[in-house]
């Protein structure tokens, strides 16, 4: 593959790139602790979104017609490099533009994509996630929830769990069981819920990291509109699936661990050992060395996909792969950096003294769950195993 972009690539990046150096300073410090500092923080996350939406930069890839920009497969790359060259993230505000939108684009009606699209584009409306239960979280398809007939409407009635920034959200994308009796994998149809409904409770979680990010939530009664089932009634799983592919494309890439790499060498050389810093013993310099070579392979592990792609050709394994070898390299990082902190690993987030305020210990904490979310590694390791490598099933 050839990796140099073309001029109409590079227009683009020159674009971007001018429009960051004059827009950056609207960005929010880091998303990693977003949930951790509130509903402040979350609302900082919209100012930036809208920002990015008034230069239609919120999801440059979407179709012009729905404020997007049209932007190839390259050009996503190129944009991707230009916030990590700004030191910049995209806004966190949910599953918008990153799951339901692609999602919707791909299953909607007509009606339905002029009706949410363009709040989406605008920031204006806030989308979560509902999917896994308390009884269904790897076996997603044995979920309970139900959605019953009544006229022109559904009526809802059950739980879900891990929902991320659910006290936030205006919308959710819901997995219901609408016929009972088909197998489980069947009988499931795709729902956008108003989470201003009647009957809606959402429960923050409180996590290890002291973050609020994800949440209980409960549908009693909820009387949900037939207008917004996405897909056919009964076969909301393969909606499900696309929605799921959406996810895992954005798991475990290698652009967070590179830039954790070199953090770990600013933190290295800020901490004394032995009259020295840390980064004066060859063996750390060495450990460094090996995460950066791990996190280079899984470049080109995306590479791979990418190349895919242009070719017009299905997604392949690559995504499971980046998923469960991004989030293990991630946490192997952060214990590493445990190591490297001795006695302050001990000092939480934003604790007085705490190295870094309290970052490293943060991700630590958090660093397990990447292996669960988006499908546990577990999974990840039957789809490679099955699918990949042919074996049979556990």
């Given at each position: 593959?050839?990796?140099?972009?073309?001029?109409e690539?590079?227009?683009?990046?020159?674009?971007?790139?001018a429009?960051?150096?004059?827009?950056?300073?609207?960005?929010?410090?880091?998303r990693?602790?977003?949930?951790?500092e509130?509903?402040?923080?979350f609302?900082?996350?919209?100012?930036?979104?809208?920002?990015?939406?008034?230069?239609?930069?919120?999801?440059?890839?979407?179709?012009?017609?729905?404020?997007?920009?049209?932007a190839?497969?390259?050009?996503t790359?190129?944009?991707?490099?230009?916030?990590?060259?700004?030191?910049?993230a995209?806004?966190?505000?949910?599953?918008?533009?990153?799951?339901?939108g692609?999602?919707?684009?791909?299953?909607?009606?007509?009606?339905?994509?002029?009706?949410?699209?363009?709040p989406?584009?605008?920031?204006?409306e806030?989308?979560?996630?509902?999917?896994?239960?308390?009884?269904?979280?790897?076996?997603?398809?044995?979920?309970?929830?139900?959605?019953?007939?009544?006229?022109?409407?559904?009526?809802?009635?059950?739980q879900?769990?891990?929902?991320?920034i659910?006290?936030?959200?205006?919308?959710?994308?819901?997995?219901?069981?609408?016929?009972?009796?088909?197998?489980?994998h069947?009988?499931?149809?795709?729902?956008?819920?108003?989470?201003?409904?009647?009957?809606?409770?959402?429960r923050?979680?409180?996590?290890?990291?002291?973050?609020?990010?994800?949440?209980?939530?409960?549908?009693e009664?909820?009387?949900?509109?037939?207008?917004?089932?996405?897909?056919?009634?009964?076969?909301?799983?393969?909606?499900?699936?696309?929605?799921?592919?959406f996810?895992?494309?954005?798991?475990g890439g290698?652009?967070?661990?590179?830039?954790?790499?070199?953090?770990?060498?600013?933190?290295?050389?800020?901490l004394?050992?032995?009259?020295a810093?840390?980064?004066?013993?060859a063996?750390?310099?060495?450990?460094?060395?090996?995460?950066y070579?791990?996190?280079?392979?899984?470049?080109?592990?995306g590479?791979?996909?990418?190349?895919?792609?242009?070719?017009?050709?299905?997604?392949?394994?690559?995504?499971?792969m980046m998923?469960?070898?991004?989030?293990?390299?991630?946490?192997?990082?952060?214990?590493f950096?445990?190591?490297?902190?001795?006695?302050?690993?001990?000092?939480?987030?934003?604790?007085?003294?705490?190295?870094?305020?309290g970052?490293?210990?943060?991700?630590?904490?958090?660093?397990?769950?990447?292996?669960?979310?988006?499908?546990?590694?577990?999974?990840?390791?039957?789809?490679?195993?099955?699918?990949?490598?042919?074996?049979?099933?556990?």
């Open positions: 593959m050839d990796f140099n972009f073309n001029p690539d590079e227009a683009f990046r020159m674009e971007f790139r429009w960051l150096d004059a827009n950056k300073q609207f960005a929010p410090r880091s990693e602790m977003l949930m951790a509130g509903k402040n923080a609302e900082e996350q919209k100012r930036w979104a809208r920002k990015m939406a008034e230069g239609r930069w919120l999801a440059p890839n979407w179709p012009v017609q729905y404020g997007g920009r049209g190839g497969i390259l050009q790359i190129v944009y991707n490099e230009e916030l990590a060259r700004a030191g910049v995209a806004p966190m505000i949910g599953m918008g533009t990153t799951m339901f692609p999602t919707l684009l791909h299953w909607g009606t007509e009606e339905q994509k002029q009706r949410f699209i363009p989406i584009m605008k920031a204006e806030v989308w979560c996630q509902g999917y896994s239960e308390p009884g269904a979280g790897s076996d997603l398809a044995s979920l309970q929830t139900r959605a019953v007939e009544d006229g022109d409407y559904f009526v809802v009635n059950g879900k769990v891990w929902t991320t659910a006290q936030y959200a205006d919308w959710i994308f819901l997995l219901v069981r609408t016929d009972p009796d088909a197998p489980k069947k009988g499931i149809s795709y729902l956008m819920v108003d989470m201003h409904s009647p009957g809606v409770t959402a923050p979680l409180v996590q290890i990291t002291g973050n609020r990010g994800f949440n209980e939530v409960f549908f009664d909820v009387r949900v509109p037939k207008k917004n089932l996405v897909g056919e009634k009964n076969q909301g799983w393969q909606v499900a699936i696309t929605t799921l592919m996810e895992r494309s954005g798991g290698d652009r967070g661990v590179l830039m954790q790499c070199h953090e770990l060498v600013e933190l290295a050389k800020s004394p050992r032995n009259g810093s840390a980064w004066d013993d063996s750390v310099r060495q450990k460094i060395a090996e995460f070579c791990e996190a280079t392979a899984l470049r080109y592990t590479y791979r996909q990418l190349t895919r792609r242009l070719k017009g050709m299905p997604p392949g394994p690559e995504g499971s998923k469960l070898c991004g989030t293990e390299l991630n946490l192997r990082i952060q214990l950096a445990m190591e490297l902190l001795g006695p302050y690993s001990q000092l939480e987030f934003n604790a007085p003294f705490a190295v870094d305020k970052k490293w210990s943060f991700r630590m904490l958090a660093a397990r769950g990447g292996t669960i979310a988006a499908g546990s590694n577990q999974i990840q390791h039957n789809i490679i195993g099955e699918r990949v490598l042919g074996l049979p099933k556990g």
